[in-house]
Structures are given as C-alpha cells and as structure tokens.
C-alpha cells in the first residue's frame, strides 16, 4: 500500500528539502522543484544546458550573448527553409497549372469528338 497510496507522504525525490509532499503532489511539485533537472528555454535552438532548474537564471544571464547567437543561425535557418518552400510551391503551382490545362485541353477534345 505505501507504494502506491496517492496520500502517502513523500521527500522529494530530488532532495530539494521539500518533505510532507503527498504522492499525488509530487509531480507538480517537480514543475517546481529548483533541483530538477531541466533543458535551457533555447535548446530547440541549439542549446545544450541540462543541469538544475536553480542553475537555469545565472545560465540565461552568463549566454546571453549565445543564445542571441543561437537564435540569429535558427533565424537564418528558418528564412532560407521558407524561401526554399516558396520556390518549391511556386513549382508545384506551374505543374498544375499545366496539368489543368492539359486536362481542359483533352476535355475539350474529347467533346469535340463525342459531338
């Protein structure tokens, strides 16, 4: 039973000092908890700190200047992926456009014959 009771109390599992936490609040807890372990808010940019949450606001504060890097290369990545996309649908809409007309073309053939 204490190792599924949701009332059971708990420490945190990160012994962070945080005691009395009820099982089914240890999860929100964790969102919290400042010795969890948690990515920098700019790893989807190419970021790799992975440390304690309480680490993260000196982190942000001493790469400032990388991450505004990070951010400047994904800006560039992304703008030259639109442009490629732009260029591709602009092909794509020349190809079905011809297909339509190609289409009306043997449509209009087609009634020709059948009168």
Do not use: W
């Amino acid at each position: 039973l204490r190792e599924t009771c949701p009332k059971v109390q708990l420490v945190c599992p990160n012994q962070c000092g945080a005691v009395d936490l009820l099982r089914d609040q240890v999860a929100a807890h964790r969102k919290t908890c400042p010795r969890e372990k948690v990515h920098c808010y700019y790893a989807n940019a190419g970021c790799s700190f992975d440390d304690m949450r309480m680490a993260l606001p000196r982190h942000h504060e001493q790469n400032l200047t990388y991450h505004m890097q990070l951010i400047s290369q994904t800006g560039e990545q992304n703008k030259e992926l639109i442009l490629k996309a732009k260029a591709d649908f602009a092909r794509e809409a020349v190809r079905l456009q011809t297909r339509i007309t190609d289409l009306e073309k043997k449509t209009q053939e087609q009634m020709l014959k059948a009168n």
